[in-house]
């Protein structure tokens, strides 16, 4: 049960960071500047193993290849691609309980 309520939790967040700044925005998509400021601000960027360069690369990768935004399962995939990165050593259970 506790993974649904931790997915619940990382749609929040999608949302909340996808209208961050944007008063038209719609909560389905999320740009290349605040998918780089949901990184840095939930600490996926630490400097050492991923910087902001990797985020951007990441986003680069998991977008459509004519658009500007990532959508909520291209922001799961891009989490994916981060967190062997982040959590170097561990496996995906141990990362994935690491932040709690």
């Not at 050492?48 to 500007?68: A, E, L």
């Not at 062997?84 to 690491?98: A, D, M, N, T, V």
């Amino acid at each position: 049960m506790a993974e649904n309520a931790d997915m619940e939790q990382l749609l929040t967040a999608f949302r909340k960071f996808a209208v961050h700044g944007d008063t038209k925005a719609t909560g389905k998509d999320l740009t290349g500047k605040n998918w780089a400021k949901l990184c840095k601000d939930c600490k996926i960027i630490d400097g050492k193993n991923i910087t902001g360069t990797d985020v951007d690369i990441v986003f680069s990768k998991v977008k459509q290849k004519t658009s500007r935004v990532i959508n909520y399962e291209e922001f799961q995939k891009a989490l994916e691609e981060l967190a062997p990165k982040r959590f170097k050593g561990q496996s995906k259970e141990e990362s994935r309980y690491s932040q709690h």
